[in-house]
C-alpha cells in the first residue's frame, strides 16, 4: 500500500529552524523522485523543493535557497526538508510528494507531475 506520512511541523520563531520528514512506502520510495510543496493560508500550493530518484539532483524555489535542503535517506525511506532562517512567509501547511515511475536524474516541479502527496504537516512562523 502507498504511503507518505509528514512530520516535524511546529511553531518556531522568526530566524529558528525545523526539519520536516517524509516516511513513503518502499515501492513508492524506490521508484519515486520525491518534492515538497507548500500551502500558505488562502494561496495556491507552491514548489518548495525536489530531489531526483537518485538523489544526486535537486532543485529549489528561489525562496528556499540558500535556506532550505532537501535530502532522501535510501535505508529509512525517508524525505527530509531542514528549514533554516524561517520568516513569516514560510508559514504553510507543507506536503511531501511522490513521482513514480521518475526518471533517475530528473526533479519535477510541477504539482500536477506527482502522483501521491501526504496529508501535510503546518508550520507556523512567528515574529
Known amino acids: 500500500q502507498e504511503y507518505l506520512v509528514e512530520s516535524g511541523g511546529g511553531l518556531v520563531q522568526v530566524g529558528g529552524s525545523l526539519r520536516l520528514s517524509c516516511a513513503v512506502s518502499?515501492?513508492?520510495?524506490?521508484?519515486?523522485?520525491m518534492g515538497w510543496f507548500r500551502q500558505p493560508p488562502g494561496k495556491e500550493r507552491e514548489f518548495v523543493a525536489g530531489?531526483?530518484?537518485?538523489?544526486?539532483?535537486?532543485t529549489y524555489a528561489d525562496s528556499a535557497k540558500g535556506r532550505f535542503a532537501i535530502s532522501r535517506d535510501r535505508v529509512k525511506n525517508t524525505v527530509g526538508l531542514q528549514m533554516n532562517d524561517l520568516k513569516p512567509d514560510d508559514t504553510a501547511v507543507y506536503y511531501c510528494a511522490a513521482r513514480t515511475n521518475a526518471n533517475a536524474l530528473d526533479v519535477y516541479a510541477q504539482f500536477q507531475e506527482y502522483d501521491y502527496w501526504g496529508q501535510g504537516t503546518e508550520v507556523t512562523v512567528s515574529s
Open positions: 530531489v531526483s530518484r537518485s538523489g544526486t539532483v535537486t
Open positions: 518502499r515501492r513508492t520510495f524506490s521508484r519515486s523522485g
